[in-house]
């Protein structure tokens, strides 16, 4: 059993930067990939980025490439999304997510088996 927490959210203006970061419990957090996922009010939930357990394999959804980087410390359990350049489309909920399959990254949010609570990210115009 994995608990994930997220932090770093907040308000922030067009063009500025967060670091969200994802604090996991247990100790097989260096096994597992992750992810993290955004809702936005009145759409679905969608991929972000993912990382492999070792950290050799990072996909980015084409809307944040460039603007975004994943990236994980297993020695801290944690993970992280760095967001720079932040845009008013890039508001929503932002969830981490574990997935205990051990290859290349997911992208469809089924495949992942835990979840956080979520951290809203607000960017103003």
């Known amino acids: 059993q994995v608990q994930l927490v997220e932090s770093g959210g907040g308000l922030v203006q067009a063009g500025g930067s967060l670091r969200l970061s994802c604090a996991a419990s247990?100790?097989?957090?260096?096994?597992?990939?992750m992810g993290w996922f955004r809702q936005a009010p009145g759409k679905e939930r969608e991929f972000v980025a993912g990382?492999?357990?070792?950290?050799?394999?990072?996909y980015y959804a084409d809307s944040v490439q460039g603007r975004f980087t994943i990236s994980r410390d297993n020695a801290k359990n944690t993970a992280y999304l760095q967001m720079n350049s932040l845009k008013p489309e890039d508001t929503a909920v932002y969830y981490c997510?574990?997935?205990?399959?051990?290859?290349?990254?997911?992208?469809?949010?089924?495949?992942?088996?835990?979840w956080g609570q979520g951290t809203q990210v607000t960017v103003s115009s």
């Open positions: 997510a574990a997935d205990k399959f051990k290859g290349a990254p997911n992208t469809r949010q089924y495949e992942y088996d835990y």
């Open positions: 247990g100790r097989t957090f260096t096994t597992y990939t």
């Open positions: 990382i492999s357990w070792s950290g050799s394999t990072r």
